[in-house]
């Protein structure tokens, strides 16, 4: 029997990408090898198959990428969220709102089955709001049941460094637990990747409490510098 592909050492990193500062871990290389692009279709079918899903659903463009050669290995079908327009015949659609402007994503109104069981991978939530409708959209495309995969951990806490998520009382993972996020998105099972896992994907036994090796903060509250202007905010008002 081969040895298990070690696919850590296919991920390729990149430093101060796209800004200095940054270092980036490119999957573009793990694409690249035959066995190692197929070992993660395997891995992650194995993860997926026990909720015997009917249908894989990709949102553009990134969900394509993996929910497409799952579906193979899986031996469903898949179907398309996409940009308005870009899909044919009478579509399910959703506009949402963007910090200029919106955008409006689709699904072909007869791309699922009636009674079908949807796995919906997505690669996080923030608000919770567009999942909703994507979910509802799914509904009306005729699913019965759609569970929710999430490639990250929850979103708990505000980014302040160029992110926008400015406030923590606007993160769902922030005012809900993990039922309670289900049930507010209507999905009829959610999970996410939990913190130690990211920390596995490139190649660490898990996160170091004490020195953590990467800035996740968003997921764990453990910011990398002192938020000096909000303990000035917090700060408890003096008489004078």
């Known amino acids: 029997m081969a040895d298990p592909i070690d696919l850590k050492k296919h991920i390729r990193s990149i430093p101060d990408f796209p800004k200095p500062g940054i270092l980036f871990y490119d ?8 066995k190692a692009w197929h070992a993660t279709i395997e891995q992650m079918a194995e993860t997926v198959k026990a909720y015997k899903p009917d249908v894989l ?6 969900g394509f990428l993996l929910a497409a050669p799952l579906a193979i ?30 955008d409006t ?7 699922v089955d009636k009674g079908k069981r949807v796995v ?61 996020m289900r049930d507010y998105i209507g999905v009829t099972s959610l999970a996410f990747l939990s913190v130690d896992g ?10 170091d409490p004490h020195r953590p090796q990467f800035t996740d903060h968003c997921f764990t509250g453990d910011y990398p510098t002192a938020l000096t202007d909000r303990a000035a905010q917090d700060a408890s008002p003096r008489q004078l």
């Open 105 to 111: 994503i689709e699904i072909q109104a007869d791309a």
């Open 27 to 34: 999957i573009s290389t793990l694409l690249a090898h035959p």
């Open 120 to 180: 919906l991978v997505d690669d996080s939530i923030v608000r919770g709001t567009t999942s909703v409708k994507i979910v509802r959209m799914m509904y009306e495309a005729g699913a019965r049941e759609v569970h929710m995969r999430i490639s990250s951990p929850p979103i708990r806490h505000p980014d302040f460094y160029g992110i926008d998520t400015p406030e923590q009382k606007s993160l769902l993972a922030a005012t809900h637990s993990l039922d309670e």
């Open 73 to 102: 290995a899986l031996g469903t079908g898949f179907v398309m969220l996409r940009k308005k327009g870009k899909l044919p015949g009478i579509t399910v659609r959703h506009t949402y709102a963007l910090e200029y402007g919106t």
């Open 57 to 62: 659903a990709g949102i553009e463009s990134r």
């Open 198 to 207: 990211i920390y596995r994907a490139v190649g660490y036994e898990g996160r």
